[in-house]
């Protein structure tokens, strides 16, 4: 089974689409640092002997069994609180002889004052850089980053694949879902977690309780937006593949119309051949009759070649034709009809429909009274990137009840391949067809 990612396999978007979703699943961990650094030196609250990032406190630091930390001031006796996360964080110590800043809670009514900044530790000054900046620090938020990466590449890939020429493998939004899901939890009990009060990162199923809720939201966040990606990247697929296939069904249908209307044009050349072939062998006249048979076989030839063909001829090629289907006119009518062609040399590279010019020498024929003393005049000239056909109106005694469908072929053939429109106009006198040209 042959498979493909959506249309073209497009790993590298798909690539920079899980980066992204990366980034934005980390910015909250990156965050964190700059807003728990900014928030220990904001505003403090006025009323107390602790309420100003000017009061300095010296004390020694003791730890409880829970985890966070208090100082006892040397100068009031008084106790700062040091949250377990501070404790952590700075990676502080029972018995460290600490100075720092402190403030008031502002939640909490009478409680303890509470450390707001580190200014030194065991008579060194504490460079908050040093927790921000440190090559192992990057190094394990470039692994997440990493991380989270190759999890939401699995997940698009999962929730877009396709069979090649077929639906998709999974057959409901739904199954892939669920199979999305267990790749998250998957992907969630093997996400890096960093304690950086150590240093050490484990994975979440290597912790003693499997609970965290900053992967998780970090799982569930990413989960959300792959979905909701893949879905908006499975609807702009089908509409690529509902506009290519309206594309083809319309190249298909202008092929069929065009071949339908060429189809056409065969049988009507043909029984007019065979009547003037009939004539001359009733004459027993073997000369013409073989020559006939030559410009016969050549315009056969021509039809053959090119009645099917969907792509345009030179002016060169179809005038080649047309002097030979001429010929053909001369042999039968003798000296009651002319064709006066004046084509230029600089057209002949021009492009036209096949077989352009045999339906309207065949209507000049068919619908004109042609005599020894009125001889029928066609002219065939080129004019302003045209093509021109023009002849006098000669109506018959009994005029012929045509079909239309010679000229009306024409003009559906030009506008199918050219996207033109034949020029036609009868003033009453003159019948004269005018017939783009395409320049090469």
Known sequence: MKLKIGTKSPIISFTLVALAISLIVNFSYMLLMVVNQSSEIRG????????????????????????YGYIIDSKTGDSIYVDRRSVRRLELESGDKLK?????????????????RLLERNGQPFDYGSLYNSSDQWEVILYQILFYTVVSLLLLM?????RTGDNPIWTSLFARAVVAVIVTSVAYLLSPVTFYHTGETKLVCQMDHMLDFVV??????????????????VLIYQRQQILLENEQLQNENLTTRYNMLVSQINPHFFFNSLNSLSMLVREQDSKR????????????????????????VTLRDEMSFAEAYCYMFHIRYADKIFFDISVSEEYY??????????????????????????????????????????????????PQVGTGIGLQNLCSRYELMLGKKVEIESNGNEFIVRLPLKRA
Do not use: W
């Not at 009514?109 to 450390?115: R, Y």
């Not at 020498?361 to 021109?388: D, F, M, Q, Y």
């Open 349 to 398: 590279d021009y492009k036209l429909p096949a077989l352009s010019l045999q339906p309207l020498i065949g209507n000049a024929v068919k619908h004109n009274a042609i005599t020894t003393k009125n001889p029928l005049h066609v002219s065939i000239r080129t004019e302003n990137g045209c093509l021109v056909v023009s002849n006098p109106i000669r109506p018959l005694l009994e």
């Open 100 to 116: 720092i800043e402190a403030r008031n809670q502002d939640r909490y009514e009478g409680a303890h004052p509470i450390m707001s």
């Open 216 to 233: 998780m939201l970090k799982c569930l966040f990413m989960l959300a937006v792959v979905l909701l990606y893949s879905q908006i990247y």
């Open 44 to 67: 403090r609250k006025s009323g107390s002997h602790y309420d100003s990032p000017e009061v300095v406190v010296e004390g020694t630091l003791g730890l409880s069994v829970d985890g």
């Open 289 to 312: 009759a073989l020559e006939y048979i030559d410009q016969l076989s050549y315009t056969f030839r021509y039809i053959t070649q090119n009645g099917n063909n969907s792509e345009l």
């Open 158 to 162: 999962i929730m877009t694949f396709r």
